[in-house]
């Protein structure tokens, strides 16, 4: 049985560093083609994809983000982490991490943490 | 501005069939990467659909299906229920961008 679950602050304030984690249960991210991927989504507002770490440790960001985003895993404690640099109230969304076929499908999602900017 | 387009919102009576469109470009659904469909209730996270342009995952209904021709994509649901109304939500992958992509949903309302 394949569950993520997105943990982190639920207040942040404007130019600080947020750092969230997913933990994740029923599948490795050592096996050949298992990826992770961060999402989020603005209340209101559509989903908005913001990073992916693949099996090999390769890694890809959002283009409108790259220089603000840092991806890692750590495969021993089936967590990937997400850190967002300098963030502001724009970025006050719930954050959610999905596991990635290879297709790109995101086939099960964690639930959702709503991270909140605000000074 | 999402790179797919959707329709902001569609509604159907309970036993019809509705639509939803997805338009992409080039460089993403015209490229030939798949399209996946998400329908998300509310206060909860999305939940895959439609995957590889026509596949459901095991547990969705034969009611859900999804097509694809050329820079477009299409989701159809038959026998709308009550329990369809939601978001949803197309994605596919864009080439010159180097990552996933999604349309900015469309609310589906039942009548």
């Known amino acids: 049985q394949v569950t993520l679950k997105e943990s982190g602050p639920a207040l942040v304030k404007p130019t600080q560093t947020l750092t969230l984690t997913c933990t994740f249960s029923g599948f490795s991210l050592s096996t050949s083609g298992m990826r992770v991927s961060w999402l989020r989504q603005p209340p209101g507002k559509a989903l908005e994809w913001l990073a992916r770490?693949?099996?090999?440790?390769?890694?890809f960001y959002s283009a409108s983000l790259k220089t603000r985003l840092t991806i890692s895993k750590d495969t021993s404690k089936n967590q990937v982490v997400l850190t967002m640099t300098n963030v502001d109230p724009v970025d006050t969304a719930t954050y959610y991490c999905a596991r990635t076929q290879i297709d790109y499908s995101l086939d099960y999602w964690g639930q959702g943490t709503l991270v909140i900017v605000s000074s | 501005q999402s790179v797919l387009t959707q329709p902001p919102s569609v509604s159907g009576a309970p036993g019809q069939r509705v639509t939803i469109s997805c338009t992409g470009s080039s460089s993403n659904i015209g490229a030939g990467y798949d399209v996946h469909w998400y329908q998300q209730l509310p206060g909860t996270a999305p939940k895959l659909l439609i995957y590889g342009n026509n596949n459901r995952p095991s547990g969705v209904p034969d009611r859900f299906s999804g097509s694809k021709s050329g820079t477009s994509a299409s989701l159809a649901i038959t026998g709308l229920q009550a329990e369809d109304e939601a978001d949803y939500y197309c994605?596919?992958?864009?080439?010159?961008?180097?990552?996933?992509?999604f349309g900015g949903g469309t609310k589906l309302t039942v009548l």
């Open positions: 994605h596919s992958y864009d080439s010159s961008l180097s990552g996933s992509v």
């Open positions: 770490i693949d099996w090999d440790d390769d890694k």
